[in-house]
């Protein structure tokens, strides 16, 4: 009998000690937990994109407690209603951030920018820059590789006829591509803003235009047609002053290469080709049910 039992009772002592044990450790190391910081957490999308600045969502919650003059409305993901209920539980004003979209500044898409060599290696944009300096003869553009898809997690950017263009309106702003690409081509700029310079060439115009027949070749007719001041040609590259432009597109329709993108433009052709579409399945579908 006692076999049994005095195996028992050491069990049941080393549970009581073990209990102890861990009941004063719990004490010792007790961390408190910030309740607002945890509330405020609890309202953020956990994407962790690190678009507001910070490390992830728990790094912002935290300094959004600490901080209550730090802006609420820096999560892109969660937008206005999110900013909302966070300026709800600080008791503070959301303020008024206007809503940001990616941006790609290259229009080098095949047939006008010069390839200089077939790559099959790894598929990374990366690791072709820093092997062989890029696959085209223009060295400032998009290599077409994707590592600004693969950094994307909201699937807002696409690689298609050898650039990178993006989807304002899945856009979050969270800046992710902007810092996977390794040409430094993609830029944040207020989502009003429609017409855009998509080149980064500064080479001389004859020697970008040997590189892509789409490349800015610093003729500053664009600068001259432009009545808003919004317009400058620096190191040979257009720029568009974002808080000047009013959206125009006078420079656009001014550019001999084609370098300068009115999305308004792209927008209303996109429309008519999705009503193309539509309009040509119509019959099919018609026959169907037939």
Request: aromatic share 4%.
């Amino acid at each position: 009998m006692s076999s049994i039992v005095i195996p028992v009772i050491l069990v049941v002592a080393v549970g009581f000690v073990a209990a102890a044990v861990l009941s004063f450790a719990s004490k010792v190391f007790y961390v408190a937990v910030d309740e607002t910081a945890a509330a405020i957490r609890a309202e953020l999308p956990g994407a962790n994109c690190g678009g507001c600045g910070f490390a992830g969502c728990d790094d912002y919650a935290n300094a959004l407690a600490g901080d209550h003059d730090l802006p609420c409305n820096r999560c892109a993901v969660g937008g206005p209603a999110v900013a909302e209920k966070i300026a709800g539980i600080l008791g503070v004003s959301a303020g008024d951030e206007e809503r940001q979209v990616a941006v790609v500044m290259c229009n080098g898409v095949n047939g006008a920018s010069k390839k200089v060599m077939e790559y099959t290696d790894l598929k990374s944009c990366k690791a072709a820059k820093s092997v062989f300096g890029g696959l085209n003869a223009c060295t400032y553009g998009c290599l077409g590789l994707g590592d600004c898809v693969d950094a994307c997690q909201f699937d807002s950017i696409h690689v298609r006829d050898g650039v990178a263009w993006v989807n304002r309106d899945t856009c979050t702003s969270c800046g992710a591509c902007v810092k996977a690409c390794p040409n430094h081509l993609i830029r944040l700029a207020p989502e009003k803003n429609l017409v855009f310079v998509r080149c980064s060439n500064k080479d001389k115009g004859g020697q970008a235009m040997k590189a892509c027949s789409n490349a800015c070749i610093g003729c500053k007719k664009c600068e001259k047609v432009c009545k808003f001041d919004a317009v400058h040609v620096n190191d040979n590259l257009s720029y568009i002053d974002p808080e000047k432009c009013k959206n125009c597109g006078m420079c656009e329709k001014e550019c001999p290469t084609g370098n300068i993108i009115n999305m308004r433009l792209v927008a209303n052709v996109a429309k008519k080709a999705k009503a193309a579409a539509a309009a040509a399945e119509a019959p099919k579908q018609e026959a169907a049910q037939a």
